[in-house]
């Protein structure tokens, strides 16, 4: 069965630093991963979505990256801001069955 | 403004009260499905559905019914709730299934006294 990790469970950082989040899985079939995000009270906006025979995805200040042979993934965030400050979900696909999601790493941009 | 719905947004109900939260998408997605958040647990889903009239059990479907008789509507269906049911609850809906980016309603919390 499936798992996602997500270490740490809860991060603070200085506004403009770069920082990196990470998801590990235990089962490397998968189709594809997706990172989200979620603020408190909303719900989750989907950020960036890796296929499984892509390495990397990027979206502005975002960066996701994934490598199926080690179970990891990582979602690096360039110069930090407060508007950063939420919680972020990694989840995996692997195939018509329910996504799995991480417990997630609840992110603090302090300015 | 591309979107999914949920109403309500909040509610406190008592046990063996039925109750439809309902859930609905503007983008003529096929793909819906139900998740429950719950701290330490994280999301898990109820259920799905892959196109009109087709519904199909998640990872944690007792105490729920859906129905998916229009393309746009997804309610979830309490028939006599309880307080284990208590919970953040969302919609979510995807173009054709769950291997395409998923799109996430505001979520409704419940509470079951």
């Known amino acids: 069965k499936q798992e996602v990790t997500q270490i740490p469970a809860a991060l603070s950082v200085p506004e403009g630093e770069n920082l990196v989040l990470n998801c590990s899985f235990t089962d490397s079939a998968i189709y594809n991963l997706q990172w989200f995000r979620q603020d408190p009270g909303k719900g989750l906006t989907s950020l960036l979505l890796?296929?499984?025979?892509?390495r990397e995805q990027t979206s502005g200040r975002l960066n996701a990256s994934l490598d199926k042979s080690s179970g990891r993934s990582t979602l690096y965030i360039a110069a930090s801001q407060p508007g950063d400050s939420a919680t972020y979900l990694c989840a995996l696909n692997s195939g018509n069955t329910p996504l799995v999601f991480g417990k997630g790493t609840r992110l603090s941009v302090i300015a | 403004e591309a979107q999914v719905t949920q109403n309500p947004r909040y509610l406190i109900t008592v046990t063996g009260k039925k109750l439809t939260v309902t859930c609905s998408q503007n983008?003529?997605?096929?793909?819906m499905s139900w998740y429950r958040q719950d701290p330490g647990l994280g999301l898990r889903q109820i259920y799905y559905?892959?196109?009109?009239?087709?519904?199909d059990k998640g990872d944690v479907p007792e105490g729920y019914k859906v129905s998916r008789k229009e393309k746009r509507n997804f309610p979830l269906i309490l028939e006599s709730p309880s307080p284990n049911q208590t919970s953040l609850y969302f919609c979510a809906s995807s173009r054709a299934g769950p291997l395409e980016t998923q799109y996430f309603g505001p979520g409704t919390r419940l509470l079951v006294l």
């Open positions: 559905s892959m196109n009109v009239e087709v519904t």
């Open positions: 890796i296929q499984s025979s892509q």
């Open positions: 983008m003529n997605h096929e793909y």
